[in-house]
């Protein structure tokens, strides 16, 4: 356990940050994988900015890193562009 106040009060901001950030993770991953799922060019269109927007601020947040939020956005617009 923690030795000092300052210490205790960084574990517990850590661990609600960590769920926080698997929360987010993995909506973005459910909603990366329904835009994949994807077959009708309209509905994939319209989801890949909502989509695009949501790799973005995590990035931003540091949830995922900025090449990967990168690279995702680049083989989505493709698949959405392919069909």
């Not at 790799?55 to 617009?77: G, M, R, T, Y």
Request: proline share 1%.
């Amino acid at each position: 356990m923690a030795n000092h106040k300052s210490a205790a009060k960084r574990a517990r901001q850590s661990e609600k940050r960590r769920l926080e950030n698997r929360y987010y993770a993995k909506t973005m991953r459910n909603a990366v994988r329904k835009l994949r799922a994807t077959s009708e060019k309209e509905a994939a269109s319209e989801m890949y900015p909502k989509v695009s927007a949501m790799l973005d601020k995590l990035a931003k947040k540091n949830v995922i890193h900025k090449n990967k939020a990168a690279n995702l956005k680049s083989s989505l617009s493709l698949h959405v562009n392919s069909l």
